[in-house]
């Protein structure tokens, strides 16, 4: 028998390791289960205390003891996500799916606790008279909302029933990232001579081949990574191969077998849309959006509305250019979606005078986290000096460390970049520990995950401009966390409205993009010279090329997104119809595929939390261009008052103001789409 006694089990104890990072050395899945026992049990009783308090709520006995409650949980909990996402196995798998109900009926039990809500709920009443400080009052208002939207004002019955639809929900979501998982981890092309490698160049070579030593395998492999398929379906030859390597990436989710997700979205939709019925909504998506940035449906459906038309335009318009390249070479086929992005590097070439390949070996992966430490450093005053004492999930994670202007340590940053088997597929932000104040000076520990492809042995990864992009993206979510100023840890960081967090990471991508930033840092991984500036120059003049594309793939996989989730009652939704209709009613074009189909779409599926709100990575895309401009008008990108401004009010400031009151501090005004339009080519020439 396993012993779990506080002195074998590292998540029972106080970290004594730098920094106080989790001991990962130490920390095996066995340790979950009885770690997550003793600590949902440790805040059951706080919870319990808080309510059952007899003397009259005030924010400290009832605010702050919520805030002060849970931490064993949430440290735990920050962990296990991190591992179960990052470096996972089929140990924790089993108990992602056994842990993941469990966590949502403790917190929803928590959330419908009615001796618990009328104490928040008599503070909420009494708020204006109680001498709060602006932080106390919006952490008070975002506590309120958080218990009234889990149905702590609903009737025994009805919150009985929101109980089984919420911990019904967790096990379908894990269900479905994990099938999602199977099928990334299960399909790996090997290729096998110079026919099957027609057209890759050599960085892709070496990175196929690396990946293939990494399954253990021989010669070169392509797989479901995005940063694979994309430079596989942009660079390969062979038509036929393209096609298998395409279908595989938009089928995950939709194979016949235990990986099949389409019942579980139909089942989640319905009981999404139950949730919302159950409190007051019309359905799921005016429920989500309530409290959101957009507030409505309609507002959302204004925006993508707004964008598609020309956005689709202009995609018709590559399309048919496109075709025509194909029947210039004797093609004698339509453009398929696993041809688009083959010929519109082609395109690209030719009206660009501008080649992917050219540009990779400038673009190698340290040099871009250079350029994104440089950036933070000449916009917010910190530094980045590497760690080497610090305890990591996998060898290829690297730590550093992070100072103020003033030499004051900020936090730590851990940078996990490469593809491997064990971990799901995308990019994103997490964090270990939170900033906070009210237990104390806390310090960040803050964590990008990349699925960029390894290269071989001695060699450095080399990155196309989407890859770079998709950095600079992720660290801007991760200065999010790092410059996070707030007492409260309910506010800190990333935790602001859905469609308002993708702000501070869109808006750090324009410094990529910026010609003194590529000069000081695009260098040749071989020579160390330069980018050519004829190559810069056509390389930023290329930005735009196949916007149109780009943008139909999102918009489309949003108004899907929202379509589900505005259906009062979907009853049994067949997922792959329901898309199919939807994709018809907006004239999707057939040569392309939304970015992520119902059945892999972890966004929305698998707890991310982003259902009904794909939407908003463009509703902050509008926010980033107008919030860039601002550094445009300065006549200066580092502007130190308009970049002190951006750190006060949005990347310090987490979620201690509305966002749109945030945003106005920062701009004086809110924005309009046409900025957008602008950024991404698509608004029409003046006249």
């Not at 379908?172 to 160049?201: H, I, K, R, Y």
């Not at 038309?309 to 018709?316: I, V």
């Not at 908003?616 to 200066?636: I, Q, T």
């Amino acid at each position: 028998m396993t012993d779990h006694s506080p002195s074998e089990n590292p998540l029972f104890v106080p970290w004594t390791t730098p920094e106080g990072v989790p001991p990962f050395d130490r920390i095996k899945p066995e340790h979950f289960r009885p770690a997550y026992a003793r600590a949902r049990a440790e805040h059951e009783a706080e919870i319990a205390a808080i309510a059952a308090r007899s003397d009259p709520p005030d924010f400290e006995n009832t605010i702050a003891a919520l805030e002060s409650s849970g931490r064993a949980l949430a440290r735990i909990d920050n962990v296990f996500h991190l591992l179960a996402g990052a470096d996972s196995n089929d140990a924790l798998l089993e108990i992602e799916r056994e842990v993941a109900p469990q966590i949502a009926r403790h917190w929803n039990k928590i959330h419908t606790n009615e001796a618990l809500f009328r104490r928040i709920d008599r503070l909420m009443r009494q708020a204006d008279g109680l001498s709060l400080s602006a932080e106390q009052k919006r952490v008070l208002e975002r506590y309120h909302v958080t218990f009234r939207r889990a149905g702590a004002g609903l009737d025994p019955a009805a919150k009985e029933r929101l109980a089984e639809i919420i911990e019904r929900l967790a096990a379908l979501g894990t269900a479905f990232s994990q099938n999602v998982l199977a099928d990334e981890q299960d399909f790996a092309l090997s290729l096998g001579g110079e026919a099957e490698l027609a057209g890759l160049p050599a960085f892709a070579r070496e990175a196929m081949h690396a990946e293939a030593q990494e399954r253990g395998l021989d010669g070169h492999v392509a797989t479901l990574s995005r940063s694979s398929v994309e430079t596989f379906l942009q660079f390969a030859d062979r038509r036929d191969l393209r096609e298998k390597v395409f279908r595989a990436f938009v089928s995950r989710g939709d194979n016949s077998g235990p990986t099949d997700n389409k019942a579980i979205i139909a089942e989640m939709v319905e009981l999404r849309a139950e949730r919302a019925r159950l409190l007051g909504y019309a359905d799921f998506a005016h429920y989500r959006l309530d409290d959101a940035m957009a507030k409505t449906p309609a507002a959302v459906r204004g925006l993508l509305d707004a964008v598609w038309a020309p956005a689709r335009a202009r995609a018709l318009a590559d399309r048919d250019a496109m075709q025509a390249l194909v029947q210039n070479e004797g093609g004698n086929f339509a453009l398929a979606p696993w041809d688009w992005r083959y010929y519109a590097e082609k395109l690209r070439r030719r009206r660009c005078d501008f080649d992917e390949a050219a540009v990779k070996p400038y673009l190698n992966l340290e040099a871009i986290i250079a350029a994104a430490f440089y950036a933070a450093e000449r916009l917010f005053g910190v530094s980045f000096a590497a760690r080497t004492d610090v305890p990591v999930w996998h060898p290829d994670v690297r730590v550093w460390e992070v100072r103020g202007s003033d030499g004051c340590r900020i936090g730590l940053f851990f940078g996990d970049y490469y593809a491997r088997p064990s971990k799901r597929g995308g990019a994103w932000m997490t964090a270990l520990r939170d900033q906070e104040k009210l237990a104390g000076d806390i310090r960040p520990l803050i964590v990008n995950v990349c699925n960029f492809s390894k290269a071989g042995a001695g060699e450095p990864a080399l990155l196309g401009f989407e890859d770079a992009r998709t950095l600079f993206h992720e660290f801007g979510h991760a200065l999010h966390g790092l410059l996070s100023d707030v007492t409260y840890p309910e506010i800190a960081g990333t935790n602001v409205a859905a469609d308002f967090v993708e702000l501070p990471s869109q808006l750090y991508e324009h410094w990529l993009e910026q010609p003194d930033v590529l000069r000081r840092f695009a260098r040749h991984y071989q020579t160390g010279e330069p980018m050519p500036e004829d190559l810069l120059r056509r390389l930023l003049a290329a930005r735009n090329s196949n916007q149109g594309f780009a943008t139909v793939e999102y918009v489309a996989a949003a108004v899907v997104d929202l379509d589900l989730h505005s259906l009062p009652s979907p009853g049994a939704i067949d997922a792959a119809a329901f898309e199919a209709e939807a994709l018809s009613r907006i004239g999707m074009p057939e040569e392309i595929v939304m970015r992520h189909r119902l059945p892999h779409f972890d966004h929305v599926f698998s707890g991310v939390g982003y259902a009904a709100a794909y939407y908003s990575y463009m509703w902050s895309e509008v926010l980033d261009a107008d919030a860039f401009a601002a550094f445009e008008e300065s006549g200066d990108i580092f502007d130190p008052a308009t970049a002190k401004r951006l750190r006060e009010t949005i990347y310090a400031a987490g979620g201690s103001r509305d966002p749109a009151e945030a945003y106005k501090a920062f701009r004086g005004r809110l924005p309009a789409a046409d900025a957008l339009l602008r950024k991404r080519g698509l608004a029409e020439p003046a006249v």
